[in-house]
């Protein structure tokens, strides 16, 4: 099943639709989807499909993320375009995503 999981050149900002981990506080070591970003760019607004979801977001400081090759088109086409994303397909694509992580690939 293709969940429009692309890879990001390494030069590339963080960007709606990128999946990141947290690097530091309480919630270290949790992978997040990009789901916003400030006008200045030192924010970005994120959503793990459990806790934080897109219509209630958490924000953060890049500087705090640690950014991953891995870009869901579908997220991103979803809330640029239309400006939300339907949560039950959210958490469809994030369920694919950690499934994937888990096998280890």
Not at 22 to 41: F, L, M
Request: net charge positive; charged share 30%.
């Amino acid at each position: 099943m293709d969940m429009g999981l692309n890879e990001l050149p390494d030069d590339s900002l963080c960007r709606i639709g990128q999946v990141v981990r947290s690097r530091k506080g309480k919630d270290a070591g949790r992978w997040y989807v990009i789901v916003g970003i400030s006008e200045d760019g030192r924010r970005v607004y994120l959503a793990d499909g459990r806790k934080y979801t897109p219509a209630k977001p958490k924000p953060k400081n890049t500087i705090h993320l640690q950014r991953t090759g891995w870009y869901l088109d579908e997220i991103a086409q979803s809330i640029l375009s239309e400006g939300r994303i339907d949560a039950g397909r959210f958490q469809a694509l994030l369920s694919g995503l950690y499934r994937n992580e888990q096998q280890g690939g």
